[in-house]
């Protein structure tokens, strides 16, 4: 079965996702996008916008997505709590396997010749990115690099 890779976005402004990396095993995160492709096993990378954003975590999608309620567990974690978080919507089920003490910053990936034309570099207004199989190679080496440096 071949693997892929997908980046799941978050606000910082909007939610605290490098504590809910840390504190929590999981979530079911509403998603939009790629429902159809998206498959038991697949790895996420997890990924904080904005000008310092970059990638803050590592999971593994436990669940293909599903209609389905939210359970409250990251009701804490938003600054601002959404309308309803916990409606029943597509969402996926991911487990958080590892968060990172810092991001692998954007401008890193955006200075590498593969990774500067990766969907979310392009066109960051999104939740939900694609990660090409050349493109996860490059991240793999840069992840493995970033956590030697003291990143992970």
């Keep these: 079965m071949l693997l892929n890779t997908w980046i799941l976005q978050a606000n910082p402004h909007r939610f ?3 504590a809910a990396l840390r504190e929590l095993d999981g979530d079911f995160w509403p998603i939009n996008r790629y429902t159809h492709r998206i498959a038991r096993g697949d790895r996420i990378l997890f990924w904080e916008s904005g000008p310092e954003g970059g990638i803050v975590g590592v999971g593994t999608v436990q669940e293909a997505p599903c209609i389905r309620p939210g359970d409250g567990r990251t009701d804490p974690y938003f600054f601002e709590r959404p ?3 916990d409606a029943p919507t597509m ?3 991911v487990s958080y396997d590892r ?3 810092f991001p692998l910053p954007r401008r ?3 200075e590498d010749p593969v990774l ?3 969907a979310i570099i ?3 207004n999104a939740t939900v990115f694609p990660v090409e199989p050349e493109e996860w190679e490059c991240l793999e080496r840069l992840l493995d690099e970033h956590v030697r440096q003291g990143g992970g």
Excluded: G
């Design 99 to 101: 968060a990172y003490a």
């Design 122 to 124: 392009r066109r960051p």
């Design 16 to 18: 605290r996702l490098r």
């Design 83 to 85: 309308a309803d978080p």
């Design 108 to 110: 890193v990936m955006k």
């Design 116 to 118: 500067r034309h990766m």
């Design 91 to 93: 969402r996926l089920h």
